[in-house]
């Protein structure tokens, strides 16, 4: 039973993976899960569905897509997680809009430790570049699993920070299968070894970037803390920011040069009220 309660978690990731909205209406709407592939195409897009995600429930194909994925997890030495999982992560289990589904890579008790989120530019400067390091292989030195997203510049250096000293984990913007960026793929592997790599998104799912803010909202909702190593005013880790005050947890920043771009956001946020 428990097996069939994994099937209709991943069937309805696979249609609704990027539509959290409609998910969690879909999920209130049914409290029997089960009642939600019973359902019509009229009745499901009268809930907000959209239609072609409506029809896509109703398919008789769908089930056999949810088992195979499934069975390419098993067949990959991967995990799967849903919200229902006695194992699923507590931190992440708390916030307002918590994935009903994770896959994972690695191992599934990393998400259960005591962990710090490091993120910020895509393209650092030395001082940012340092700064990170130091910041993850120090938090993870001190026994804390340092959060990031896999991306260019601040997030990759403070997983390889991390893993000179301890463990991190890696939130990813797409499937398992379609790792991004590309040049990650080695990082992703080793984080794997003694961390995990986990993702909302289906394993083929690609890295669309309206997939980037909803996977900020995993890396804050792991974590106790959020810290920011140099950002614009229009950097994505501000988001990540804004969600973690959401989500009542604490925020961080690294104060910069006054003159240099990639202090402004950090800096703002210092003004704001986080804490150096």
């Given at each position: 039973m428990a097996e069939d309660r994994r099937t209709l978690w991943v069937a309805l990731n696979?249609?609704?993976?990027?539509?959290?909205?409609?998910?969690?209406?879909?999920?209130?709407?049914?409290?029997?899960?089960?009642?939600?592939?019973?359902?019509?195409?009229?009745?499901?897009?009268?809930?907000?569905?959209e239609k072609e995600k409506?029809?896509?429930?109703?398919?008789?194909?769908?089930?056999?897509?949810?088992?195979?994925?499934?069975s390419w997890l098993s067949n990959k030495g991967y995990f799967l997680l849903t919200v229902e999982d006695m194992d699923y992560p507590p931190n992440l289990k708390e916030i307002f809009d918590p994935p009903f589904v994770l896959?994972?890579?690695?191992r599934p008790e990393a998400l259960r430790e005591p962990a710090v989120a490091v993120v910020g530019a895509r393209r650092p400067s030395p001082y940012g570049r340092a700064t990170a390091e130091k910041l993850a292989k120090d938090l993870a030195a001190s026994g804390l699993t340092v959060v990031s997203g896999l991306a260019r510049g601040i997030d990759s250096i403070a997983h390889?920070?991390?893993?000179?000293?301890?463990?991190?984990?890696?939130?990813?913007g797409s499937g398992l299968d379609d790792i991004y960026p590309p040049e990650n793929k080695?990082?992703?592997?080793?984080?794997?070894?003694?961390?995990a790599v986990i993702t909302e998104f289906p394993p083929e799912m690609p890295p669309f970037s309206f997939h980037f803010p909803l996977r900020n909202r995993v890396i804050s909702g792991?974590?106790?803390?959020t810290v920011v190593v140099e950002a614009t005013r229009q950097s994505g880790s501000l988001i990540t920011?804004?969600?973690s005050l959401e989500q009542n947890r604490d925020v961080m920043a690294v104060p910069g040069c006054p003159a240099s771009d990639l202090s402004r956001g950090t800096n703002w946020l210092i003004k704001s009220g986080a804490k150096l």
């Open positions: 696979l249609v609704l993976s990027d539509s959290l909205r409609a998910a969690q209406k879909v999920v209130a709407h049914f409290p029997d899960l089960e009642d939600v592939f019973r359902a019509s195409s009229k009745k499901l897009a009268a809930i907000g569905v409506a029809a896509a429930l109703t398919s008789p194909r769908l089930f056999e897509h949810a088992s195979r994925t499934i896959y994972g890579a690695g390889w920070g991390a893993l000179d000293s301890g463990r991190t984990v890696a939130v990813l080695g990082l992703f592997r080793k984080i794997a070894e003694g961390g792991l974590s106790l803390a920011a804004r969600l």
